[in-house]
């Protein structure tokens, strides 16, 4: 473990040669033996916007399709699915964030909700992707499936996501074979748990950056969450007390609480 200079969150990592001064500071300074059990682990994220995109996966599209029938939605989904322009939104300013080991919340007025794992993107103001996270979008499927534009009711609301458990920088990008992992327990039993490559993924993270980055500045930068490959069936709702673990390789693991 090195200890950083620079107290400022958003000038550490707004910083286009971030692995580099990465480098430079292990190179310079003695690691300190810090047991990592004795401290909370902040949530990873200063003042930077948390933007996401919707439908960048098979299984997601065929779920909002499921989701959405009733309301005659569903032909929404398959469009921007095959669409040169993703579906971008905003999902949360940092105050609405938790982050590992704290609680995420499922609205009062929904009745159908999931948490939605994704790989995470850390992208400097200048649009450069410096890091990845790993980051549970929580959404509630009642409220987006009764009509496509009540998105940012299911997607936006306090402690609608998590990020965390740290930041990985690295210069190259994480292979195609990465997987992401879901894991639901309930009362200590689990209840849910799949997977999915990220190679999976329809788009390419330089165009889902592209798209969040047309039209909008980002002065302390930006994260971007990028969809999920993980759908659990009609069947499934989350509850208060469930614990939900989210893995990606290579990243690490992020665990929530509902509350």
């Keep these: 473990m090195y200890a950083c200079d620079t107290k400022d969150w958003n000038a550490l990592i707004n910083d286009d040669a971030l692995h580099a001064t990465l480098r430079e500071i292990v190179s310079t300074k003695a690691a300190e033996s ?3 059990a004795a401290f909370q682990l902040l949530k990873p994220i200063g003042d930077q ?4 995109c919707g439908v960048t996966y098979l ?3 065929v779920g909002r399709q499921e989701e959405s029938q009733s309301s005659g939605g569903a032909d929404f989904y398959e469009r921007v699915y095959a669409a040169e322009r993703p579906e971008v939104f905003f999902k949360a300013l940092p105050h609405r964030v938790s982050g590992p080991g704290e609680t995420v919340r499922i609205r009062k007025d929904s009745s159908w909700d999931v948490p939605e794992p994704e790989l995470t993107l850390v ?6 992707i ?3 996270t790993v980051g549970n979008d929580m959404s509630s499927r009642s409220i987006e499936g009764e009509n ?10 306090d402690k609608c996501a998590a990020i965390g458990p740290g930041v990985l920088v690295t210069e190259s990008p994480l292979p195609p074979e990465s997987k992401i992992s879901l894991k639901i327990d309930r009362a200590g039993e689990p209840v849910f748990a799949d997977n999915i490559e990220l190679r999976k993924m329809k788009r390419s993270l330089s165009e889902l950056v592209s798209f969040v980055y047309r039209e909008c500045s980002f002065p302390d930068g930006c ?3 990028t969809g999920t490959g993980i759908v659990p069936g009609s069947d499934f709702t989350l509850r208060t007390g469930d614990r939900i673990e989210i893995s990606i390789d ?3 693991t992020l665990v929530n609480t509902v509350e």
């Design 130 to 132: 410096v890091g990845y």
């Design 49 to 52: 916007e948390v933007w996401a």
């Design 223 to 225: 994260y971007i969450m």
């Design 34 to 36: 810090t047991d990592s």
């Design 250 to 252: 290579g990243i690490g």
């Design 148 to 157: 496509p534009l009540y998105l940012p009711q299911a997607k936006t609301y």
């Design 59 to 61: 299984k997601s599209k």
């Design 123 to 128: 992208v400097t103001s200048s649009g450069k």
